[in-house]
T-cell receptor
Framework: AQSVTQLGSHVSVSEGALVLLRCNYS??????LFWYVQYPNQGLQLLLK??????LVKGINGFEAEFKKSETSFHLTKPSAHMSDAAEYFC?????????????FGSGTRLQVQP | SQTIHQWPATLVQPVGSPLSLECTVE??????LYWYRQAAGRGLQLLFY??????ISSEVPQNLSASRPQDRQFILSSKKLLLSDSGFYLC????????????FGPGTRLTVL
């Protein structure tokens, strides 16, 4: 069975500071990994995805994430936070070749950006 | 390009009333379809998913049901709403040929009074 743990339900950073949102996964087979962003009262938007190609994945809005198999992690980073990055972020996993065609989501991390 | 629609955008319903939320996808065929719920301050809960017409998998037993009468139409229903059904309902689709990457609709805010 697959699972996702997002450490920290709330993260606050100053504008211009590094953003680090943590995601650890559990999967019995090689995973596909995703980060989504949700702005208030909107649907989820894909930021980036890992599909077993490059371990360092670049996404939209300057975000990137690195797949580390030894640490079972897929942390999301951005060098310099912008006020518009304030949103909720979800990490998700699916298993390659799995019969269940659905993602498993983490509980989410709300990012606040202070001026 | 593919688009996904949900309606209504917002809904206020009394306890005990029926519910019907609709989701449609354009620009793709034979998608996997999903219904999620977000309660206030909580994460995403997968309610139902469908891999084809008439094929529904229920993730959590509850007061809701889902149907897929057409390839690109997914409906979430209830015969009698409960207060606990309040939340933000999201529909999503995924291609059978990708990595379970899901694309989300704009959501429906349901308030049960």
């Amino acid at each position: 069975a697959q699972s996702v743990t997002q450490l920290g339900s709330h993260v606050s950073v100053s504008e211009g500071a590094l953003v680090l949102l943590r995601c650890n996964y559990s999967s019995s087979v090689p995973p596909y990994l995703f980060w989504y962003v949700q702005y208030p009262n909107q649907g989820l938007q894909l930021l980036l995805k890992y599909t077993s190609a490059a371990t360092l994945v670049k996404g939209i809005n300057g975000f990137e994430a690195e797949f580390k198999k030894s640490e079972t992690s897929f942390h999301l980073t951005k060098p310099s936070a912008h006020m518009s990055d304030a949103a909720e972020y979800f990490c998700a996993v699916s298993e390659q070749g799995a019969g269940r065609r659905a993602l498993t989501f983490g509980s989410g991390t709300r990012l606040q950006v202070q001026p | 390009s593919q688009t996904i629609h949900q309606w209504p955008a917002t809904l206020v319903q009394p306890v005990g009333s029926p519910l019907s939320l609709e989701c449609t996808v354009e620009g793709t065929s034979n998608p996997n379809l999903y219904w999620y719920r977000q309660a206030a301050g909580r994460g995403l809960q997968l309610l139902f998913y469908s891999v084809g017409i008439g094929q529904i998998s229920s993730e959590v037993p509850q007061n809701l049901s889902a149907s897929r009468p057409q390839d690109r139409q997914f409906i979430l229903s209830s015969k009698k709403l409960l207060l606990s059904d309040s939340g933000f309902y999201l529909c999503a689709w995924a291609s059978m040929r990708t990595y379970n990457e899901q694309f989300f609709g704009p959501g429906t805010r349901l308030t049960v009074l």
